[in-house]
């Protein structure tokens, strides 16, 4: 393989993480703080629009002719199990699951067998030096 293929075949190296400590401080200002009256109005819900209509219930009655409808024939066929052709009236090939001998004899590449090996997670360790929280 090539260069290239070689450099793109290798894993991303990841810093571990977590990138921000669960629990960080919150300022005495931000604690006392006090909503606004235009805050207030933002955050309230809009209306619901002339005509919506909300969910129906669960459990409502059914029509007379939906109890006496009956079903027609291809109606009937269609809700039926698939017929399948089995195994001894097919033209069924042995040697359809064989492996074949270089399958047998061929070995694994070491990315392959790098690829297969369980990720390895230890402890959860921050690397932040301060401890101020991270705001995206």
Do not use: C, Y
């Not at 604690?31 to 009256?37: N, T």
């Not at 699951?97 to 402890?123: C, H, N, W, Y």
């Amino acid at each position: 393989p090539s260069e290239r293929i070689e450099q793109l075949a290798e894993a991303k190296k990841r810093p571990a993480g977590p990138f921000r400590e669960p629990e960080w401080p919150v300022s005495a200002k931000a604690k006392k703080a006090q909503v606004s009256e235009r805050v207030r109005e933002l955050a309230r819900s809009k209306g619901l629009v002339e005509g919506f209509q909300g969910n129906r219930d669960v459990q409502w009655n059914v029509s007379k002719s939906a109890k006496q409808a009956v079903a027609t024939r291809r109606i009937e066929e269609l809700s039926g199990p698939i017929q399948r052709k089995s195994m001894d009236h097919l033209q069924f090939n042995p040697d359809a699951f064989k492996v074949s001998e270089a399958a047998l004899t061929s070995g694994i590449t070491e990315r392959i067998e790098e690829l297969a090996q369980p990720i390895m997670r230890g402890p959860v360790v921050s690397l932040r030096k301060n401890k101020s929280p991270n705001i995206f």
